[in-house]
Protein backbone atom coordinates (compact mmCIF):
# COMPACT_ATOMS: atom_id res chain seq x y z
CA UNK A 1 0.00 0.00 0.00
CA UNK A 2 1.54 3.24 -1.45
CA UNK A 3 2.47 5.34 2.17
CA UNK A 4 0.78 9.20 1.96
CA UNK A 5 3.37 11.47 3.03
CA UNK A 6 2.71 13.50 6.42
CA UNK A 7 2.19 17.30 5.63
CA UNK A 8 4.30 20.07 7.77
CA UNK A 9 2.30 22.63 7.05
CA UNK A 10 4.26 26.40 8.34
CA UNK A 11 1.94 29.03 9.04
CA UNK A 12 2.10 32.85 6.96
CA UNK A 13 4.26 34.30 10.10
CA UNK A 14 6.59 31.58 10.52
CA UNK A 15 7.43 31.53 6.33
CA UNK A 16 7.25 35.66 6.45
CA UNK A 17 9.90 35.36 9.78
CA UNK A 18 12.01 32.87 7.70
CA UNK A 19 11.92 35.05 4.57
CA UNK A 20 13.09 37.62 6.98
CA UNK A 21 16.18 36.06 7.52
CA UNK A 22 17.54 36.07 3.50
CA UNK A 23 16.30 39.65 3.53
CA UNK A 24 18.13 40.04 6.62
CA UNK A 25 21.13 38.12 4.45
CA UNK A 26 20.79 40.15 1.68
CA UNK A 27 21.21 43.42 3.45
CA UNK A 28 24.92 42.22 3.68
CA UNK A 29 25.13 40.21 0.12
CA UNK A 30 23.66 42.89 -1.90
CA UNK A 31 26.83 45.12 -0.99
CA UNK A 32 28.62 42.54 -2.79
CA UNK A 33 27.95 44.18 -6.30
CA UNK A 34 28.89 47.84 -4.62
CA UNK A 35 32.28 46.69 -3.12
CA UNK A 36 33.63 47.19 -6.43
CA UNK A 37 32.95 50.66 -7.15
CA UNK A 38 32.83 51.20 -3.56
CA UNK A 39 36.97 50.43 -3.61
CA UNK A 40 37.45 51.97 -6.76
CA UNK A 41 35.64 55.04 -6.48
CA UNK A 42 35.26 55.91 -3.06
CA UNK A 43 38.08 54.43 -1.20
CA UNK A 44 40.79 55.29 -4.05
CA UNK A 45 41.94 51.97 -4.91
CA UNK A 46 42.91 50.67 -8.07
CA UNK A 47 40.38 48.59 -10.50
CA UNK A 48 43.34 45.46 -10.77
CA UNK A 49 44.09 46.03 -7.15
CA UNK A 50 40.17 45.64 -6.22
CA UNK A 51 39.54 42.85 -8.66
CA UNK A 52 43.09 40.75 -7.13
CA UNK A 53 42.10 41.84 -3.93
CA UNK A 54 38.17 40.24 -4.83
CA UNK A 55 39.59 36.83 -5.98
CA UNK A 56 42.22 36.30 -3.40
CA UNK A 57 39.71 37.16 -0.73
CA UNK A 58 36.59 35.60 -1.35
CA UNK A 59 38.31 31.98 -3.22
CA UNK A 60 39.71 30.64 0.14
CA UNK A 61 36.25 31.96 2.02
CA UNK A 62 33.95 30.06 -0.51
CA UNK A 63 35.94 26.67 0.41
CA UNK A 64 35.46 27.81 4.16
CA UNK A 65 31.31 26.95 3.54
CA UNK A 66 32.30 23.15 3.47
CA UNK A 67 33.46 22.83 6.89
CA UNK A 68 31.11 25.22 8.53
CA UNK A 69 28.53 23.19 6.47
CA UNK A 70 29.86 19.71 8.39
CA UNK A 71 30.30 21.81 11.61
CA UNK A 72 26.58 22.98 11.51
CA UNK A 73 25.52 19.26 10.87
CA UNK A 74 27.41 18.13 13.97
CA UNK A 75 25.89 21.01 15.99
CA UNK A 76 23.21 19.75 18.97
CA UNK A 77 21.22 22.10 21.18
CA UNK A 78 17.65 22.78 22.50
CA UNK A 79 17.81 25.53 19.51
CA UNK A 80 18.34 22.22 16.72
CA UNK A 81 21.27 22.32 14.72
CA UNK A 82 21.80 25.77 12.24
CA UNK A 83 19.46 28.61 13.83
CA UNK A 84 22.08 28.97 16.62
CA UNK A 85 24.41 30.00 14.01
CA UNK A 86 22.28 32.28 13.13
CA UNK A 87 21.61 34.00 16.59
CA UNK A 88 25.54 34.19 17.39
CA UNK A 89 26.78 35.03 14.15
CA UNK A 90 24.50 38.22 13.50
CA UNK A 91 26.29 40.69 15.44
CA UNK A 92 29.62 39.86 14.59
CA UNK A 93 28.62 39.69 10.78
CA UNK A 94 26.74 43.11 10.91
CA UNK A 95 30.28 44.70 12.92
CA UNK A 96 32.78 43.44 10.06
CA UNK A 97 30.03 44.47 7.25
CA UNK A 98 30.93 48.08 8.58
CA UNK A 99 34.38 47.99 9.04
CA UNK A 100 34.58 46.78 5.54
CA UNK A 101 33.25 49.70 4.14
CA UNK A 102 34.52 51.87 6.60
CA UNK A 103 37.53 54.30 5.22
CA UNK A 104 40.19 55.65 7.36
CA UNK A 105 42.89 58.08 6.42
CA UNK A 106 45.42 55.42 5.42
CA UNK A 107 48.27 55.44 2.83
CA UNK A 108 47.70 53.51 -0.13
CA UNK A 109 49.89 50.23 1.19
CA UNK A 110 47.34 50.82 4.11
CA UNK A 111 44.02 50.48 2.26
CA UNK A 112 45.63 47.20 0.72
CA UNK A 113 45.73 45.84 4.07
CA UNK A 114 42.66 47.01 5.62
CA UNK A 115 41.02 46.32 2.79
CA UNK A 116 41.98 43.13 2.31
CA UNK A 117 41.74 42.19 6.28
CA UNK A 118 37.66 43.83 6.73
CA UNK A 119 36.37 42.44 3.96
CA UNK A 120 37.44 38.63 4.52
CA UNK A 121 36.58 38.83 7.52
CA UNK A 122 33.26 39.98 6.46
CA UNK A 123 33.25 37.35 4.19
CA UNK A 124 33.82 34.52 6.97
CA UNK A 125 31.04 36.05 8.79
CA UNK A 126 28.79 36.15 6.10
CA UNK A 127 29.48 31.98 5.72
CA UNK A 128 28.91 31.78 9.22
CA UNK A 129 25.58 32.95 9.47
CA UNK A 130 24.32 32.38 5.35
CA UNK A 131 25.64 28.44 5.17
CA UNK A 132 23.42 27.47 8.30
CA UNK A 133 20.47 30.00 7.31
CA UNK A 134 20.71 27.89 3.60
CA UNK A 135 20.58 24.53 5.33
CA UNK A 136 17.33 25.57 7.62
CA UNK A 137 15.44 25.12 4.20
CA UNK A 138 15.86 21.44 4.33
CA UNK A 139 14.77 21.07 8.10
CA UNK A 140 11.98 23.43 8.37
CA UNK A 141 9.18 21.26 6.94
CA UNK A 142 9.80 17.72 5.43
CA UNK A 143 6.74 18.73 2.98
CA UNK A 144 8.27 19.11 -0.54
CA UNK A 145 5.64 21.49 -1.70
CA UNK A 146 5.82 23.69 1.27
CA UNK A 147 9.36 23.74 1.00
CA UNK A 148 8.93 25.17 -2.57
CA UNK A 149 6.56 27.85 -1.66
CA UNK A 150 9.22 28.76 1.54
CA UNK A 151 11.68 29.20 -0.70
CA UNK A 152 9.15 31.84 -3.10
CA UNK A 153 9.13 33.69 0.30
CA UNK A 154 12.75 33.43 0.92
CA UNK A 155 13.76 34.76 -3.09
CA UNK A 156 10.73 37.52 -2.76
CA UNK A 157 12.30 39.06 1.01
CA UNK A 158 15.79 38.73 -0.16
CA UNK A 159 14.44 41.02 -3.29
CA UNK A 160 13.33 43.80 -0.78
CA UNK A 161 16.81 43.37 0.73
CA UNK A 162 18.55 43.80 -1.86
CA UNK A 163 16.34 46.92 -2.96
CA UNK A 164 17.05 48.43 0.70
CA UNK A 165 20.65 48.11 -0.06
CA UNK A 166 20.70 50.57 -3.05
CA UNK A 167 18.81 52.50 -0.99
CA UNK A 168 20.94 53.17 1.38
CA UNK A 169 24.16 53.10 -0.17
CA UNK A 170 24.09 54.09 -3.45
CA UNK A 171 22.56 57.94 -3.01
CA UNK A 172 26.12 58.48 -1.23
CA UNK A 173 27.91 61.37 -2.79
CA UNK A 174 31.38 61.10 -1.07
CA UNK A 175 32.95 58.30 1.43
CA UNK A 176 31.36 59.11 4.77
CA UNK A 177 27.84 59.02 3.52
CA UNK A 178 28.35 55.41 1.64
CA UNK A 179 29.99 54.23 5.28
CA UNK A 180 26.86 55.43 7.13
CA UNK A 181 24.71 54.01 4.40
CA UNK A 182 26.21 50.46 5.10
CA UNK A 183 25.62 51.13 8.88
CA UNK A 184 22.03 51.44 8.35
CA UNK A 185 21.46 48.34 6.10
CA UNK A 186 23.60 46.39 8.90
CA UNK A 187 21.61 47.17 11.75
CA UNK A 188 18.56 46.21 10.04
CA UNK A 189 20.40 43.22 8.64
CA UNK A 190 21.11 42.18 12.04
CA UNK A 191 17.59 42.69 13.31
CA UNK A 192 15.83 40.72 11.13
CA UNK A 193 18.09 37.83 11.78
CA UNK A 194 16.92 37.85 14.60
CA UNK A 195 13.66 37.95 14.12
CA UNK A 196 14.66 34.94 12.01
CA UNK A 197 15.92 33.07 14.85
CA UNK A 198 12.71 33.26 17.08
CA UNK A 199 10.03 33.22 15.21
CA UNK A 200 11.12 29.61 13.52
CA UNK A 201 12.14 26.21 14.58
CA UNK A 202 13.66 22.60 12.91
CA UNK A 203 11.46 20.04 12.22
CA UNK A 204 12.98 17.15 9.87
CA UNK A 205 14.88 15.18 12.00
CA UNK A 206 17.20 12.32 10.80
CA UNK A 207 15.86 8.82 9.73
CA UNK A 208 19.05 7.47 11.97
CA UNK A 209 20.22 9.73 14.89
CA UNK A 210 23.88 8.67 14.73
CA UNK A 211 26.87 10.22 14.41
CA UNK A 212 27.73 10.73 10.77
CA UNK A 213 31.45 9.58 9.53
CA UNK A 214 33.04 13.01 7.67
CA UNK A 215 34.92 10.76 5.48
CA UNK A 216 31.70 8.77 4.48
CA UNK A 217 29.79 12.24 4.71
CA UNK A 218 32.54 13.70 1.79
CA UNK A 219 32.70 10.47 -0.02
CA UNK A 220 28.69 10.42 -0.63
CA UNK A 221 28.89 14.16 -1.33
CA UNK A 222 31.38 13.49 -4.12
CA UNK A 223 29.34 11.03 -5.83
CA UNK A 224 26.34 12.55 -5.63
CA UNK A 225 25.59 13.61 -9.33
CA UNK A 226 22.63 15.66 -8.75
CA UNK A 227 24.37 17.99 -6.23
CA UNK A 228 27.41 18.69 -8.46
CA UNK A 229 25.46 19.29 -11.66
CA UNK A 230 23.61 21.70 -9.17
CA UNK A 231 26.77 23.21 -7.79
CA UNK A 232 27.91 23.93 -11.45
CA UNK A 233 24.87 25.54 -12.54
CA UNK A 234 24.73 27.15 -9.58
CA UNK A 235 28.03 28.32 -10.08
CA UNK A 236 27.29 29.51 -13.47
CA UNK A 237 24.47 31.34 -12.23
CA UNK A 238 26.04 33.28 -9.87
CA UNK A 239 28.28 34.39 -12.70
CA UNK A 240 25.89 35.08 -15.19
CA UNK A 241 23.87 37.49 -12.96
CA UNK A 242 26.31 39.29 -10.71
CA UNK A 243 28.49 40.59 -13.60
CA UNK A 244 25.37 42.20 -14.69
CA UNK A 245 24.16 43.29 -11.35
CA UNK A 246 28.50 44.64 -11.03
CA UNK A 247 28.80 46.13 -13.84
CA UNK A 248 25.18 48.14 -13.69
CA UNK A 249 27.14 51.04 -11.14
CA UNK A 250 29.85 51.04 -14.15
CA UNK A 251 27.25 50.94 -16.96
CA UNK A 252 24.79 53.76 -15.83
CA UNK A 253 27.92 55.89 -14.84
CA UNK A 254 30.56 55.37 -17.46
CA UNK A 255 28.19 54.52 -20.32
CA UNK A 256 24.03 56.16 -20.15
CA UNK A 257 25.58 59.04 -18.43
CA UNK A 258 28.79 59.33 -19.06
CA UNK A 259 29.78 62.30 -16.97
CA UNK A 260 30.20 62.86 -13.23
CA UNK A 261 26.88 65.36 -12.89
CA UNK A 262 23.53 65.34 -14.07
CA UNK A 263 22.91 64.24 -17.75
CA UNK A 264 19.66 61.67 -18.48
CA UNK A 265 16.04 62.07 -18.19
CA UNK A 266 13.39 59.47 -17.02
CA UNK A 267 9.92 60.77 -17.44
CA UNK A 268 10.97 63.98 -17.73
CA UNK A 269 13.23 64.30 -14.37
CA UNK A 270 16.76 64.98 -14.28
CA UNK A 271 19.34 61.99 -12.94
CA UNK A 272 22.73 61.25 -11.89
CA UNK A 273 24.14 58.18 -12.08
CA UNK A 274 23.44 57.10 -8.82
CA UNK A 275 20.16 58.05 -8.90
CA UNK A 276 19.64 55.98 -12.55
CA UNK A 277 21.33 53.04 -10.81
CA UNK A 278 18.67 52.71 -8.12
CA UNK A 279 16.43 53.29 -10.82
CA UNK A 280 17.84 49.69 -12.61
CA UNK A 281 17.60 48.14 -8.91
CA UNK A 282 14.27 48.82 -8.34
CA UNK A 283 13.45 47.56 -11.44
CA UNK A 284 15.02 44.26 -10.82
CA UNK A 285 13.84 43.92 -7.46
CA UNK A 286 10.16 44.26 -8.32
CA UNK A 287 10.34 42.28 -11.72
CA UNK A 288 12.25 39.90 -9.46
CA UNK A 289 9.25 39.29 -7.48
CA UNK A 290 7.01 39.04 -10.25
CA UNK A 291 9.06 36.39 -11.86
CA UNK A 292 9.03 34.45 -8.66
CA UNK A 293 5.12 34.39 -8.88
CA UNK A 294 4.66 33.94 -12.03
CA UNK A 295 6.63 30.12 -11.92
CA UNK A 296 5.48 29.17 -8.54
CA UNK A 297 1.63 29.83 -9.73
CA UNK A 298 1.88 28.70 -12.78
CA UNK A 299 4.96 26.86 -14.29
CA UNK A 300 6.20 24.71 -11.45
CA UNK A 301 3.02 23.00 -10.95
CA UNK A 302 3.36 21.85 -14.81
CA UNK A 303 6.84 21.46 -15.69
CA UNK A 304 10.12 20.06 -14.54
CA UNK A 305 11.83 22.53 -12.20
CA UNK A 306 15.12 22.05 -14.25
CA UNK A 307 13.36 22.97 -17.76
CA UNK A 308 12.34 25.96 -16.29
CA UNK A 309 15.78 27.06 -15.07
CA UNK A 310 17.37 26.09 -18.57
CA UNK A 311 14.12 28.61 -20.12
CA UNK A 312 15.33 31.23 -18.06
CA UNK A 313 19.42 31.29 -19.32
CA UNK A 314 18.08 30.87 -22.94
CA UNK A 315 15.92 33.98 -22.98
CA UNK A 316 18.03 36.21 -20.25
CA UNK A 317 21.13 35.69 -22.40
CA UNK A 318 18.98 36.79 -25.49
CA UNK A 319 18.29 40.16 -23.73
CA UNK A 320 21.63 40.13 -22.17
CA UNK A 321 23.11 40.21 -26.14
CA UNK A 322 21.16 42.82 -27.09
CA UNK A 323 21.73 45.23 -23.86
CA UNK A 324 25.51 45.32 -25.84
CA UNK A 325 23.25 47.29 -29.09
CA UNK A 326 21.11 49.60 -26.97
CA UNK A 327 22.35 53.61 -27.58
CA UNK A 328 23.40 54.96 -24.29
CA UNK A 329 21.16 58.09 -24.27
CA UNK A 330 17.82 55.81 -24.75
CA UNK A 331 17.12 55.59 -21.12
CA UNK A 332 13.78 53.96 -21.42
CA UNK A 333 15.37 51.01 -24.03
CA UNK A 334 17.88 50.29 -21.09
CA UNK A 335 14.76 50.15 -18.73
CA UNK A 336 12.88 47.75 -20.86
CA UNK A 337 15.14 45.50 -21.10
CA UNK A 338 16.11 45.32 -17.79
CA UNK A 339 13.29 44.45 -17.02
CA UNK A 340 13.03 41.23 -19.40
CA UNK A 341 16.26 40.38 -18.46
CA UNK A 342 15.22 40.39 -14.44
CA UNK A 343 12.33 38.99 -15.72
CA UNK A 344 13.82 35.90 -17.32
CA UNK A 345 16.15 34.92 -14.57
CA UNK A 346 14.55 36.19 -11.60
CA UNK A 347 13.10 33.43 -10.41
CA UNK A 348 16.40 31.08 -11.25
CA UNK A 349 17.58 31.63 -7.99
CA UNK A 350 14.15 30.21 -5.97
CA UNK A 351 14.24 27.45 -7.90
CA UNK A 352 17.99 26.59 -7.41
CA UNK A 353 17.24 26.35 -3.81
CA UNK A 354 14.03 24.47 -3.83
CA UNK A 355 16.11 21.74 -5.69
CA UNK A 356 19.25 21.76 -3.42
CA UNK A 357 16.31 20.44 -0.97
CA UNK A 358 15.10 17.70 -3.21
CA UNK A 359 18.75 16.67 -3.49
CA UNK A 360 19.12 16.30 0.40
CA UNK A 361 16.40 13.69 0.01
CA UNK A 362 17.30 11.96 -2.31
CA UNK A 363 20.78 11.61 -0.83
CA UNK A 364 19.35 10.65 2.42
CA UNK A 365 16.74 7.98 1.01
CA UNK A 366 20.32 6.41 -0.84
CA UNK A 367 22.74 6.81 1.44
CA UNK A 368 20.95 6.40 4.93
CA UNK A 369 22.02 9.71 6.27
CA UNK A 370 21.16 13.38 6.66
CA UNK A 371 23.81 15.60 5.38
CA UNK A 372 22.07 18.64 4.86
CA UNK A 373 23.98 21.28 6.27
CA UNK A 374 26.90 19.98 3.81
CA UNK A 375 25.14 20.03 0.97
CA UNK A 376 23.93 23.39 1.29
CA UNK A 377 27.54 24.15 1.89
CA UNK A 378 28.18 23.24 -1.42
CA UNK A 379 25.61 25.25 -2.76
CA UNK A 380 26.91 28.72 -0.54
CA UNK A 381 30.31 27.74 -1.60
CA UNK A 382 29.26 27.91 -5.45
CA UNK A 383 27.47 30.98 -4.78
CA UNK A 384 30.82 32.28 -3.09
CA UNK A 385 33.00 31.21 -5.95
CA UNK A 386 31.06 32.18 -8.44
CA UNK A 387 30.68 35.96 -6.97
CA UNK A 388 34.78 35.85 -6.90
CA UNK A 389 34.85 35.13 -10.69
CA UNK A 390 32.36 37.79 -10.77
CA UNK A 391 33.38 40.24 -9.30
CA UNK A 392 37.09 39.99 -10.03
CA UNK A 393 37.34 39.27 -13.64
CA UNK A 394 35.55 42.30 -14.92
CA UNK A 395 37.17 44.45 -12.59
CA UNK A 396 41.13 42.67 -13.88
CA UNK A 397 38.93 42.86 -17.52
CA UNK A 398 38.40 46.79 -17.08
CA UNK A 399 41.88 47.69 -15.29
CA UNK A 400 43.98 46.04 -18.27
CA UNK A 401 41.63 48.11 -20.85
CA UNK A 402 43.12 51.05 -18.96
CA UNK A 403 39.96 52.22 -16.87
CA UNK A 404 40.21 55.26 -14.54
CA UNK A 405 37.61 55.98 -11.62
CA UNK A 406 36.05 59.09 -12.06
CA UNK A 407 36.88 60.08 -15.51
CA UNK A 408 34.92 60.10 -18.45
CA UNK A 409 35.11 57.01 -21.14
CA UNK A 410 36.38 57.29 -24.35
CA UNK A 411 34.34 54.91 -26.95
CA UNK A 412 36.88 52.06 -27.30
CA UNK A 413 36.45 52.03 -23.45
CA UNK A 414 32.88 51.78 -23.74
CA UNK A 415 32.99 49.05 -26.09
CA UNK A 416 34.99 47.51 -23.68
CA UNK A 417 32.69 48.09 -20.66
CA UNK A 418 29.56 46.94 -22.34
CA UNK A 419 31.43 43.80 -23.96
CA UNK A 420 31.45 43.23 -20.38
CA UNK A 421 28.75 44.02 -19.22
CA UNK A 422 26.33 42.23 -22.09
CA UNK A 423 28.03 39.77 -23.77
CA UNK A 424 30.28 37.82 -21.10
CA UNK A 425 27.53 36.50 -19.12
CA UNK A 426 26.27 34.55 -21.91
CA UNK A 427 29.09 32.05 -21.76
CA UNK A 428 28.27 31.06 -17.55
CA UNK A 429 24.68 30.38 -19.19
CA UNK A 430 25.78 28.29 -21.71
CA UNK A 431 27.93 26.10 -19.66
CA UNK A 432 25.12 26.18 -17.04
CA UNK A 433 22.57 25.05 -19.18
CA UNK A 434 24.77 21.84 -20.04
CA UNK A 435 24.97 20.78 -16.49
CA UNK A 436 21.21 21.47 -16.13
CA UNK A 437 20.74 18.06 -18.77
CA UNK A 438 23.12 15.86 -16.92
CA UNK A 439 20.66 17.03 -13.38
CA UNK A 440 18.98 13.68 -13.05
CA UNK A 441 16.03 14.12 -10.42
CA UNK A 442 12.61 14.22 -11.82
CA UNK A 443 8.99 15.05 -10.13
CA UNK A 444 8.50 11.31 -9.50
CA UNK A 445 11.70 10.45 -7.93
CA UNK A 446 11.27 13.90 -5.89
CA UNK A 447 7.83 12.64 -4.33
CA UNK A 448 8.58 9.13 -3.71
CA UNK A 449 11.57 10.23 -1.57
CA UNK A 450 9.32 12.56 0.61
CA UNK A 451 6.50 9.63 1.14
CA UNK A 452 9.46 7.30 1.71
CA UNK A 453 10.90 9.19 4.25
CA UNK A 454 8.16 9.83 5.90
CA UNK A 455 7.11 6.27 6.10
CA UNK A 456 10.63 5.47 7.84
CA UNK A 457 10.16 8.12 10.39
CA UNK A 458 6.52 6.84 10.88
CA UNK A 459 7.09 3.33 11.28
CA UNK A 460 10.17 4.39 13.70
CA UNK A 461 7.64 6.21 15.96
CA UNK A 462 5.38 3.25 15.80
CA UNK A 463 8.02 0.90 17.03
CA UNK A 464 9.47 3.19 20.09
CA UNK A 465 5.73 2.93 21.25
CA UNK A 466 5.81 -0.94 21.14
CA UNK A 467 8.92 -0.97 22.48
CA UNK A 468 7.46 1.25 25.97
CA UNK A 469 4.17 -1.41 25.83
CA UNK A 470 6.76 -4.25 25.69
CA UNK A 471 9.32 -3.20 28.41
CA UNK A 472 5.77 -2.55 31.08
CA UNK A 473 4.81 -5.66 30.32
CA UNK A 474 8.36 -7.37 30.98
CA UNK A 475 8.36 -4.61 34.20
CA UNK A 476 11.57 -3.78 32.53
CA UNK A 477 13.06 -0.54 33.26
CA UNK A 478 14.66 2.20 31.44
CA UNK A 479 18.34 2.03 33.06
CA UNK A 480 18.18 -1.88 32.76
CA UNK A 481 17.35 -1.83 28.91
CA UNK A 482 19.99 1.12 28.46
CA UNK A 483 22.83 -1.12 30.56
CA UNK A 484 21.86 -4.49 28.56
CA UNK A 485 22.10 -2.43 24.68
CA UNK A 486 25.36 -0.40 25.76
CA UNK A 487 23.53 2.56 25.20
CA UNK A 488 23.62 5.78 27.11
CA UNK A 489 20.51 6.19 29.34
CA UNK A 490 19.54 9.59 28.25
CA UNK A 491 20.16 8.83 24.78
CA UNK A 492 17.69 5.91 24.69
CA UNK A 493 15.12 7.92 26.59
CA UNK A 494 15.33 10.36 23.95
CA UNK A 495 15.40 7.50 20.99
CA UNK A 496 11.93 6.21 22.89
CA UNK A 497 10.79 9.91 22.78
CA UNK A 498 11.24 11.31 19.22
CA UNK A 499 11.48 7.12 17.52
CA UNK A 500 14.70 8.03 15.27
CA UNK A 501 16.57 4.60 15.50
CA UNK A 502 19.71 3.25 14.18
CA UNK A 503 18.01 0.31 12.99
CA UNK A 504 21.65 -1.42 14.75
CA UNK A 505 20.13 -0.11 18.07
CA UNK A 506 16.86 -1.08 17.02
CA UNK A 507 17.96 -4.93 16.70
CA UNK A 508 19.95 -5.23 19.75
CA UNK A 509 16.41 -3.79 21.81
CA UNK A 510 14.81 -6.86 19.41
CA UNK A 511 17.16 -8.93 20.98
CA UNK A 512 17.21 -7.55 24.58
CA UNK A 513 13.41 -7.73 25.06
CA UNK A 514 13.03 -11.04 22.50
CA UNK A 515 10.38 -9.44 19.94
CA UNK A 516 10.84 -8.25 16.62
CA UNK A 517 10.24 -4.80 16.50
CA UNK A 518 11.27 -4.77 12.77
CA UNK A 519 7.74 -6.16 11.98
CA UNK A 520 6.73 -2.21 11.77
CA UNK A 521 8.75 -1.50 9.06
CA UNK A 522 7.67 -2.22 5.74
CA UNK A 523 9.28 -4.56 3.17
CA UNK A 524 10.38 -2.16 1.17
CA UNK A 525 12.52 -0.49 4.43
CA UNK A 526 13.61 -3.53 6.14
CA UNK A 527 16.89 -3.64 4.20
CA UNK A 528 17.91 -1.08 6.22
CA UNK A 529 18.60 -2.86 9.32
CA UNK A 530 19.64 -5.90 7.35
CA UNK A 531 22.25 -4.62 5.82
CA UNK A 532 23.74 -3.47 9.12
CA UNK A 533 23.12 -7.13 10.74
CA UNK A 534 26.18 -8.24 9.59
CA UNK A 535 28.50 -5.30 11.47
CA UNK A 536 27.80 -6.37 15.07
Known amino acids: MKHKLQKQKL ?29 TDYFGISAIATGAMILLARIPAAFLAIPIGIFADRTKTKYGHFRPWILYGALPLALFAFL ?89 GFILLIVCFFFTRERVKPVKEENNKLSEDLRDLIKNKPCIMLFIAGFMLTCFYMIHDLMIPYYAKYYVVNQLEISGQVF ?60 GDNLSMVMLFQALFTLSIGSAGFLMFSMYADVVDNSEVNTERRATGLIYSSATMSHNLGAAFALGIPLLLLGVAGYEANQNM ?38 KNAETLSEVKETNTNAASAIREKMNEQGVTIEQLAQQVNCDRSKLNKLLRNGNFDPVLLLKISMALETDFFAYYSDGLRHIAEKQDDTI
Not at 421 to 435: D, M, S
Not at 439 to 447: A, F, G, M, P, Q
Open 11 to 39: SVWEKRAYGAGDMGSNLFWGLIPFTAIFY
Open 100 to 188: AHLTPGFTDTEKLVYAYTTYFLFLLMYLVVNVPYEAFLGVISADPNERTNLSAYKMIFAQLGLLLVGVFVLPAAEQSSFSNGVLYAAIL
Open 410 to 447: DEDMQQQLRLIFALLPILFAIIAIIALKFYNLDDDTIK
Open 268 to 327: GFDVSWQRFTIVLIVIDALITIAAIMIVKTWLVSRFEKKNIWIACFVFASIFSALFYFIP
